[in-house]
């Protein structure tokens, strides 16, 4: 995340497109980012992130409680948190948080993942997954898979997988890689998923240097996470390179209209439907990269969040009726909207 002038005269051709309040949010999140940062150690970066995610911290809505424990494996123990509230939850929420796979921690989305709580009812566990460059791929894949199968043991709640940026692409292949297995989600939400799809795409030509993630910074993120001859055909790299889009749980994407990721989101609810399942693909107007963190003060990303909190929660209650004001033609199937299928809109 490169830090990009605040002077309006450089905004280009998004100086209008955005609304006052997301631009100054904009500028809050880029006065953490001098322009030598991109050149700065990891460590550096990963310091100035944690200092911003604090500084956006929203705290926990009121019942919410946290615990943290671990996932041992055989080489290595993974940091998780749960997040609860009072009664017996419906579902329970695995929770990949986004940075790229170089950023991020269990605190970082922390109250992300507590209002997800609150909202939902349900319980959620936050995974603290190795990242790059001190662990390159499959790392990050492996620890996500690790959570997974480690819920899946212990827990008898249905599970819902979610997933924002990097968390999205992790949430993506861990359904993947487990939509066989006796114990497999029965959804997935994921938010401005980074899938590894074609950059001669839609999103990736118009919205090349959006505000916040740019199609260098995306190309930042793949060559730091990527091992010696990595493939970008290995679908537990790039979910949208697999061959096979059947037996995917009931799926949810919700991207950002100015975001060279959006096109992903599209893609990906294509494949699913085409292999015979259920997807549905918002793209949120007037709105960039991270906007969960902006939830606080500029209403279209309150608004946004609060739909995906219902996503969740409808698909943790096993409904297949999904929700958004915003359906349309982004939902369900490319040929049709809503009403084209039954679904029942607001």
């Known amino acids: 995340m490169a830090g990009n002038p605040t002077d309006p005269a450089r905004r280009g051709k998004y100086a209008d497109r955005l609304d006052p309040e ?15 940062i991109v050149a700065a150690p990891i460590a550096d970066q990963r310091a100035v992130y944690n200092r911003m995610c604090i500084a956006f911290h929203q705290g926990h809505p009121e019942g919410v409680t946290t615990s943290d424990g671990i996932v041992a494996t055989a080489a290595h123990a993974i940091p998780v948190r749960r997040y609860r509230m009072e009664g017996k939850p419906a579902a329970i929420v695995v929770y990949y948080h986004g940075g ?3 950023l991020g921690d269990l605190a970082s989305h922390d109250d992300i993942c507590a209002e997800i709580c609150a909202g939902t009812g349900f319980e959620v566990v936050s995974a603290d997954y ?9 790392a990050s894949f492996d620890d996500a898979l690790a959570v997974f199968d480690w819920v899946a043991a212990t827990s008898a709640l249905p599970i819902v997988l979610c997933g924002e940026s990097a968390g999205g692409n992790l949430a993506a ?3 993947q890689a487990t939509r066989r297995h006796a114990r497999h989600a029965i959804g997935q ?3 401005y998923p980074g899938l590894g799809g074609d950059e001669t795409g839609r999103s990736y030509i118009e919205h090349a240097e959006a505000p916040l993630l740019t199609l260098a910074d995306i190309e930042f993120y793949r060559r730091v996470r990527s091992a010696p001859g990595q493939s970008l055909d290995d679908p537990t790299f790039s979910p949208l390179r697999d061959r096979d889009f059947s037996g995917l749980p009931p799926t949810v994407i919700v991207t950002a209209e100015c975001d060279p990721l959006s096109s992903d989101g599209e893609t990906y609810r294509d494949r699913i439907i085409a292999a015979g399942g259920q ?3 918002r793209e949120e107007k007037r709105l960039v990269h991270s906007f969960l963190r902006a939830r606080s003060a500029v209403p279209k990303a309150a608004e946004a969040f609060a739909r995906i909190i219902e996503d969740i929660a409808r698909l943790g209650a096993g409904g297949r009726t999904l929700i958004s004001p915003q359906v349309g033609e982004m939902a369900g199937r490319p040929e049709g ?5 039954g679904l029942s809109v607001p």
């Open 22 to 36: 997301l631009w100054d949010y904009i500028d809050k999140v880029n006065s953490w980012y001098p322009p030598e």
């Open 130 to 138: 190795r990242l790059a460059p001190e662990y390159l791929h499959p």
């Open 279 to 281: 997807a549905w693909w």
């Open 100 to 102: 790229g796979f170089v």
């Open 173 to 175: 292949a861990v359904a």
């Open 189 to 191: 939400v994921l938010i």
């Open 337 to 341: 909207g809503a009403k084209d299928r």
